[in-house]
C-alpha cells in the first residue's frame, strides 16, 4: 500500500551583503502571480537593510517578519518558535552576508525533523550587486565565494554596459559550474550587449593566450555548442596519472579560485598518439579538435581534446590562471 504523498515545505534562503538587493527582491517574489495563492509566508530577516517590510504590504500578501538578531539564534529552537507562531506554508530567509554559509545545510537538516510531516525544499539565490562586485571580490573574496558555492541562481543586479559579464561569470563558474547567472539591469541596451571574448571563437584555430586560458575554460564548459568541432591551440600542463585509457593524457592548469590556499587543478581529457616525449606536469602546446562526449572518467558528457599536434611549451609568467 502506498502512503500518501507529504505535503511540501517550500524554503528560499535569499543571500547577498548590505544593499545587495535582498529585500527588494523578496518584495518581488512576495507580489509575483506564483505567490498570489493565498500561503501564509513567513519571513525570518537576520539583518535590518536600508529598506524595511510595510505592514500593509505584509497583510496584503498574507506575510508576517519576524527578526534573528544575532547568528546563535539562527538555529532549528529559535525557528521551531516562529513556526509554532505563525504556522506558515512557506519560509524565505534574508540570510546575513556576515555570517558563513554552514549554517544553511545545517537547518536544512534541523527543519527535516521538525518539519516531519512536510518534505522540505530548499531554494538557494545569492544577490550580488555590480557597483560593488569587483570591490568584494578583491577585499572579501572568501565571503563571496562562500555564498557562490552553495548558490542555486545568482542574480547580478544594477548592471550597466560597462558590466564584464565575462569575469563575473568566470569568478562564479570557478566555484559552482552548476549556478544559474541572471544579470538585471534598468538599462534595456544591456540586454542587447554580446558576451565578448577576447579570442575569435569562428577562427579556423582558436588561439588562446596563457592570461586568458581561464575564460576560455569557463566558456568552454558554460558554452559546449560553441566549440563543438573546432580546432583550438592553447598551452596548459599535462598529467599522466594511472588508469587512463591508452593514448589519454589529462591537459589543464592550476587555478585559483578564491585565494592562495584554494588552488585546484582544473583539466580534461586529452587524446595524442604518442605522449612518451613529454614528462608528467610538463607544459606543452596542444592544436586540438574538442569534442564533447560521454566519457566513464567523468561519468557523465565532458570535453576531450583530439590532438593534431603537441609542442613543448615555457612555463606561462603567472603559472595560475585566474576566472576574471
Not at 502571480?33 to 493565498?38: G, L, P, T
Not at 519571513?43 to 524595511?52: P, V
Not at 539565490?125 to 555564498?147: G, R
Not at 559579464?165 to 544579470?183: D, E, L
Request: aromatic share 12%; glycine share 6%.
Amino acid at each position: 500500500m502506498f502512503g500518501k504523498k507529504k505535503e511540501e515545505m517550500m524554503v528560499y534562503v535569499i543571500m547577498g551583503f548590505l544593499e545587495a538587493g535582498k529585500t527588494s527582491l523578496i518584495r518581488d517574489l512576495l507580489t509575483d502571480d506564483m505567490f498570489d495563492d493565498k500561503a501564509k509566508t513567513l519571513i525570518l530577516a537576520c539583518e535590518e537593510g536600508e529598506e524595511e517590510y510595510e505592514q500593509a504590504m505584509l497583510s496584503q500578501t498574507g506575510a508576517v517578519c519576524e527578526y534573528i538578531e544575532d547568528e546563535e539564534s539562527f538555529n532549528g529552537k529559535v525557528i521551531t518558535k516562529f513556526l509554532k507562531k505563525h504556522r506558515p506554508d512557506r519560509i524565505i530567509i534574508e540570510y546575513n552576508g556576515m555570517w558563513p554559509t554552514k549554517h544553511i545545510p545545517e537547518l536544512y537538516d534541523e527543519l527535516e525533523d521538525i518539519c516531519f510531516d512536510r518534505e522540505v525544499i530548499f531554494q538557494t539565490i545569492d544577490i550580488v550587486n555590480d557597483e560593488t562586485f569587483s570591490l568584494y571580490m578583491k577585499n572579501m573574496p572568501s565571503m563571496m565565494v562562500d555564498q557562490f558555492r552553495i548558490a542555486e541562481m545568482i542574480i547580478v543586479n544594477r548592471c550597466t554596459l560597462n558590466t564584464s559579464k565575462a569575469a563575473i561569470r568566470g569568478s562564479i563558474k570557478a566555484v559552482n559550474p552548476r549556478a544559474q547567472i541572471v544579470y538585471e539591469s534598468e538599462d534595456d541596451a544591456f540586454y542587447e550587449m554580446k558576451e565578448e571574448m577576447p579570442f575569435d571563437v569562428n577562427a579556423d584555430v582558436i588561439e588562446v593566450s596563457n592570461d586568458d586560458f581561464g575564460l576560455w575554460y569557463i566558456d568552454m564548459l558554460d558554452h559546449p555548442e560553441t566549440y563543438q568541432g573546432k580546432t583550438i591551440q592553447i598551452t596548459g600542463m599535462i598529467q599522466k596519472p594511472k588508469g587512463l585509457p591508452k593514448g589519454f593524457a589529462i591537459f589543464g592548469r592550476y587555478a585559483m579560485t578564491c585565494c592562495a590556499d584554494d588552488v585546484q587543478y582544473m583539466g580534461f581529457l586529452c587524446k595524442a598518439d604518442d605522449w612518451s616525449a613529454f614528462k608528467n606536469q610538463q607544459y606543452v602546446t596542444v592544436t586540438a579538435m574538442l569534442e564533447y562526449k560521454f566519457m566513464k572518467e567523468y561519468g557523465e558528457e565532458g570535453p576531450v581534446f583530439y590532438a593534431e599536434s603537441v609542442e613543448p611549451a615555457e612555463k606561462p609568467a603567472e603559472e595560475l590562471v585566474y576566472f576574471n
